[in-house]
């Protein structure tokens, strides 16, 4: 079926060439656009930013750092041309921003779309646009000096479908975020550093179907844990080092072998009957079910369990609040879909806006997320106000 070809397109870009190796057994999800950083500081710092130092672009990341803003609100525009190794028009867009209430709260909300360009189905003559998006809205409130929380609750919709396929549909679902945000300042060699520990767990929600309710997909929840340390130097300058680790909230697809070792069934009937009852199985577990499941169900046992955990490391240099210097390593393992990357960027600011990008350099042959560019412009609007108030 067609469908299933324009969801592989979307999948693709949590593949590789590794997908030939006997031991690659990558979790599935739909919408996987939901997985991509959308911010070029976050992407230059290797996929990292759930406890980083608070900006507008916490919306991603952790919704409950935004309390820890310096500026009361901003806004920011970012745009990403993605998988251009392969094809010249998928794009990322996304917009987010928040708005500080007191000293306390924070109200913030992001919009993010994402086409996969024209596809051609030959066999019908049509051309069609496949496209995903979704917005969110977020309520973050600090519980005490050191420690936030925040909820988001998110609208997704992707649309795969093709007029000629009576059995394609668009899909859409709801999901909501929990993240929790601590910051506190640490003495370390005579320097009062900034600790950060967040954790954000997003994308709970209900499933998507794209053949009218038929096959139900699991939405791509992820558990992301991570803290960061900035050391001041001086009063120009200052070093900050971050580190994530995630985990999609999702239970692995049992290979055929598994699915017949647990229901003693015929061993030679690998097709057929028997893979309709694992399809049946596999998407019959409800979202919070799966969340549970997804610890302890890996075929290859807790080593296969371990290799579902991708992890990120980065580092950011950053001269008197306006130069940024940073770069950062990307891990997954090679039997989940092998993204492996080195991440480099830098940014500018000034009073008013900032001006971020990064780029993708990949460690594995024939990576599709090679050479990829971010780019992120943000505003103050604290700053704007006070420029136009002069």
């Known amino acids: 079926m067609k469908k299933i070809y324009l969801l592989a397109i979307a999948l693709i870009s949590t593949l590789c060439a590794e997908a030939q190796k006997e031991n690659f057994n990558p979790i599935y999800t739909g919408v996987n656009s ?11 710092l290797g996929d990292v930013g759930v406890a980083t130092d608070p900006d507008v672009h916490s919306q991603y990341w952790n919704p409950a750092k935004y309390p820890f803003c310096i500026s009361r609100c901003g806004v920011a525009l970012n745009y990403t041309p993605w ?7 998928i794009d990322l867009a996304y ?17 993010r779309f994402f086409s996969l360009g024209e596809v051609n189905v030959s066999e019908v003559g049509e051309t069609i646009n496949p496209r995903e998006w979704a917005v969110d809205f977020g309520y973050s409130r600090m519980l005490s000096e050191t420690f936030s929380a925040a909820v988001a609750l998110r609208y997704i919709y992707s649309d795969m479908s093709y007029k000629a396929d009576d059995e394609s549909t ?18 370390l060699a005579n320097r009062e550093c900034q600790l950060g520990i967040g954790l954000n767990a997003s994308n709970i929600g209900s499933k998507i179907s794209y053949d009218g309710g038929n096959i139900n997909q699991f939405l791509p929840t992820n558990l992301r844990l991570g803290a960061s340390l900035m050391v001041p130097i001086d009063d120009y300058n200052t070093f900050s080092f971050s580190a994530d680790a995630n985990k999609l909230m999702v239970p692995t697809r049992p290979t055929m072998e598994q699915y017949v070792a647990e229901t003693n069934s015929a061993t ?12 049946q199985g596999y998407y019959n577990v409800s979202p919070i079910a799966g969340i549970f499941k997804s610890f302890h169900d890996a075929p290859g046992g807790f080593k296969e369990e ?25 891990h997954e393992s090679a039997s989940k879909g092998n993204r492996k990357y080195y991440s480099v960027g830098a940014g500018f600011k000034m009073n008013v806006f900032s001006l971020d990008a990064s780029y993708i350099i990949s460690t594995a042959q024939t990576n599709p997320l090679d050479q990829t560019l971010r780019f992120s412009l943000t505003f103050d609007m604290d700053g704007l106000k006070d420029m136009f108030s002069r």
Request: proline fraction near 2%; aromatic fraction near 18%.
């Open 306 to 330: 371990l290799e579902e955990i991708n992890w990120g490391l980065g580092a950011e240099y950053c001269y008197h609040n306006q130069f940024s210097l940073r770069a950062g390593y990307h």
């Open 95 to 111: 917009v987010d921003g928040y708005y500080r209430i007191g000293d306390y709260s924070a109200l913030s909300a992001s919009l």
């Open 170 to 187: 668009p899909g859409s679902a709801f999901a909501a975020d929990i993240a929790f945000y601590y910051q506190n300042y640490v003495m």
């Open 34 to 44: 939901l997985d991509i950083a959308p911010d070029a500081r976050g992407g230059a």
């Open 268 to 279: 030679d009937d690998y097709s057929g009957y028997n893979e309709w009852l694992l399809d």
């Open 83 to 89: 998988l251009r190794q392969l094809v010249s028009d």
